[in-house]
């Protein structure tokens, strides 16, 4: 892979999704490595979704999921040169390649990029801090030394999106109430399969069905849209967040990045492009 243009991208969340639109529309070859068990609830907006269709575009920005389907297509002599043809095959297409956890960081050698940026907020893909030439975390996911070189502010305060000195203060005074805005969190009563009755956009009342967890009707305990959404066939567990409701008045936000993943975003993007100057 070319080493000097290449940014590996974990996690295809929020974050990990808004970061891979930024730097693909860069001009950067991105490649992103997703958990299956990502469970988004905007999962409009979130590249992980892919492992639905296969394909996944965002804001003009293309992914697609690198699987045996796809391996299939070029004999080589080894699964190596398969994988190093099919990557290569979707960076000249302007496509962002995506493979799952199981296959990192097994490739990781064969990928060979030159930063790996970690944007998972809840860690299951594990790396070191030497796997590339410039290793980002999102702090406070991730710390500096054990894991990143460089950690990048995610909270919602005024220093969102800004570099995170050596020693961070775990305790800073933050005024996020500021930045507080009207959603609500549903929550799953009790364990089992989702079955969506909604979709991402919809509005909502308060007493009105969402969804069905194995056959027993969810209700709304809130009025306003929807925002938030688990996918249907998924498994929850009780007490796992399953939708998401805006209490604002309604409006297309919930089709874009807010304001935390876009300057996250642009920050990662700054720094890369100072990398690679």
């Avoid at 389907?69 to 390649?97: C, F, G, H, M």
């Avoid at 410039?134 to 995610?154: A, D, H, K, R, W």
């Amino acid at each position: 892979m070319n080493k000097s243009r290449s940014v590996l991208v974990i996690g295809g969340g929020l974050f990990g999704s808004a970061i891979t639109v930024f730097l693909a529309r860069a001009g950067i070859d991105v490649i992103l490595v997703i958990d299956p068990l990502e469970a988004e609830l905007r999962h409009n907006l979130c590249f992980s979704d892919i492992i639905a269709t296969g394909k996944k575009k965002i804001e003009q920005i293309q992914a697609s999921l690198i699987d045996e389907s796809r391996l299939s297509e070029y004999q080589e002599e080894s699964l190596s040169k398969s994988w190093e043809k099919a990557i290569r095959y979707l960076l000249n297409d302007r496509t962002v390649p995506v493979f799952f956890k199981k296959d990192f960081p097994d490739f990781l050698g064969l990928l060979n990029p030159a930063v790996i940026v970690a944007a998972q907020e809840e860690k299951t893909i594990s790396f070191s801090d030497h796997s590339a030439g410039l290793v980002m975390g999102l702090y406070p996911f991730y710390e500096s030394n054990t894991e990143c070189q460089l950690l990048i502010e995610t909270r919602s305060n005024y220093h969102v999106g800004q570099i995170i000195p050596d020693e961070p203060l775990q305790n800073a005074e933050f005024d996020f109430h500021l930045f507080k805005q009207p959603f609500q969190q549903i929550h799953a009563p009790l364990e089992g399969i989702f079955t969506s009755l909604k979709n991402i956009g919809d509005p909502v009342s308060v007493g009105e069905p969402i969804g069905l967890i194995t056959g027993i009707e969810i209700r709304s305990p809130y009025a306003g849209q929807i925002w938030g959404l688990l996918h249907s066939g998924r498994i929850l567990f009780s007490k796992q967040p399953m939708a998401l409701v805006y209490e604002g008045m309604p409006h297309q936000g919930y089709r874009y990045f807010d304001f935390k993943q876009i300057a996250v975003a642009g920050s990662v993007l700054k720094e890369i492009l100072y990398y690679f100057s």
